[in-house]
C-alpha cells in the first residue's frame, strides 16, 4: 500500500550551542547569534542586526525577548533561556511566568536555572564538551546538565 502524495516528512534541524570568550552561541541551520550584554544575529545573507534594549524582536528567523534579567531566544523551534545574573538567586514568580516554556537554560547558577523548569541546563566549567548539539525531537525526557568549555 502506497503513502499518500499529501504525507510530508519534515526534517527539525539542529542547533549548535557553545561559549566562545565568554559569548553563548547559537547556531542554526541558518542564521545564528552571540549574546554577551547584547545579542547580535547574523541572518542567512551574512547580515547582522544588533540588540541592546528591551522589548521583542525578529531577524534571519530568530526571535529574542529581552528581560530584566537576560534573553529568552527561539531558533530551529528551541526556546533559549540566557540568564545573566550576578547578584540574584531566586527569579520573581513574575518573571518565570515572562520566560514561558523553555528548553535549554544557560546560566552559571545551577539553582537558578532550575526555576525556568527547561530540560537542558549549560553551565561552563575548566572541563566539558566544546559544543552542545541539540533538536527540538531530541531533547532529553529528564532535566540534563551539559558542561561546555569556554573557548
Not at 541558518?30 to 544588533?50: K, L, M, Y
Not at 523551534?77 to 537554560?105: A, F, P, Q, W, Y
Request: one cysteine or more; glycine letters at 8%.
Amino acid at each position: 500500500q502506497r503513502i499518500p502524495n499529501c504525507a510530508t516528512i519534515v526534517k527539525l534541524s539542529h542547533m549548535d550551542i557553545s561559549i566562545v570568550k565568554g559569548k553563548v552561541k547559537l547556531k542554526g541551520k541558518q542564521a545564528s547569534c552571540e549574546v554577551n550584554a547584547d545579542v547580535v544575529i547574523t541572518r542567512p545573507d551574512g547580515s547582522t542586526f544588533e540588540i541592546s534594549g528591551h522589548g521583542e524582536y525578529e531577524a534571519g528567523g530568530i526571535t529574542v525577548v529581552s528581560t530584566n534579567h537576560g534573553y529568552v531566544i527561539e531558533i530551529e523551534n528551541l526556546r533559549v533561556c540566557i540568564l545573566d545574573v550576578k547578584d540574584v538567586n531566586k527569579l520573581e514568580s513574575s518573571e518565570i511566568d515572562e520566560l514561558g516554556s523553555i528548553d535549554i537554560t544557560v546560566c552559571d547558577n545551577l539553582d537558578l536555572a532550575k526555576q525556568t523548569d527547561p530540560w537542558v541546563i549549560i553551565t561552563t566549567g575548566a572541563e566539558g564538551a566544546p559544543k552542545y548539539s541539540v533538536s527540538k525531537d531530541k531533547l532529553p525526557s529528564d532535566l540534563t546538565i551539559v558542561v561546555l568549555t569556554s573557548k
